[in-house]
T-cell receptor
Framework: DSGVTQTPKHLITATGQRVTLRCSPRSGDLSVYWYQQSLDQGLQFLIQYYNGEERAKGNILERFSAQQFPDLHSELNLSSLELGDSALYFC???????????FGPGTRLTVL | SQELEQSPQSLIVQEGKNLTINCTSSKTLYGLYWYKQKYGEGLIFLMMLQKGGEEKSHEKITAKLDEKKQQSSLHITASQPSHAGIYLCGARTNSNSGYALNFGKGTSLLVTP
């Protein structure tokens, strides 16, 4: 158990809908990262927050957005969903610096 | 194009045999990370390498970093069924992008009895 929690574990929805994925980092970790894993693209970095502020952006679509709240939990919002958004979405957290990133168990999103 | 290339894509080895997985970056490395993933599950951290020539070991797994070649290798000695899974290398290739990681597509390892 990495100490990072993600909810829900599974999510099935329809095209055009909007969903919210939630992540609680390890106690004391200020950084939260979101990654998307799909069969064709592999594991791709989406966005990073550090202590409530956006720190880095990767291959995140404009239909996706994220935020980190004062209690450091983070949410990833996915809107106008398309079939191609079906993937495993991981959250990771880390203490300050270039150390280990601790990954959560992931949320499996299926868009029908 | 993929910044991190892993080889081989998949590997089947007999229990007890040694194996090596390679990870090559097309960009300068600012840190190289190895993770293991069971299918559909979260990533488990194995090792982090930061300096050229650095070598780390954990149980029967050894990782090395060749900074000049922008390459890392993961070596498993005397493989066991518990080593089966997907091995992913991740790297920081941009010193200005926080500490986000780019990942290779993974190497799927199966260990047969």
């Amino acid at each position: 158990d990495s100490g990072v929690t993600q909810t829900p574990k599974h999510l099935i929805t329809a095209t055009g809908q909007r969903v919210t994925l939630r992540c609680s980092p390890r106690s004391g970790d200020l950084s939260v990262y979101w990654y998307q894993q799909s069969l064709d693209q592999g594991l791709q970095f989406l966005i990073q927050y550090y202590n409530g502020e956006e720190r880095a952006k990767g291959n995140i679509l404009e239909r996706f957005s994220a935020q980190q709240f004062p209690d450091l939990h983070s949410e990833l919002n996915l809107s106008s969903l398309e079939l191609g958004d079906s993937a495993l979405y991981f959250c990771a957290s880390s203490p300050p610096g270039p150390g280990e990133q601790f990954f959560g168990p992931g949320t499996r999103l299926t868009v029908l | 194009s993929q910044e991190l290339e892993q080889s081989p894509q998949s590997l089947i080895v007999q229990e007890g045999k040694n194996l090596t997985i390679n990870c090559t970056s097309s960009k300068t490395l600012y840190g190289l990370y190895w993770y293991k993933q069971k299918y559909g599950e979260g990533l488990i951290f194995l090792m982090m390498l930061q300096k050229g020539g650095e070598e780390k070991s954990h149980e029967k797994i050894t990782a090395k970093l060749d900074e000049k070649k922008q390459q890392s290798s993961l070596h498993i000695t005397a493989s066991q069924p518990s080593h089966a899974g997907i091995y992913l290398c991740g790297a920081r290739t941009n010193s200005n992008s926080g500490y986000a990681l780019n990942f290779g597509k993974g190497t799927s390892l199966l260990v047969t009895p």
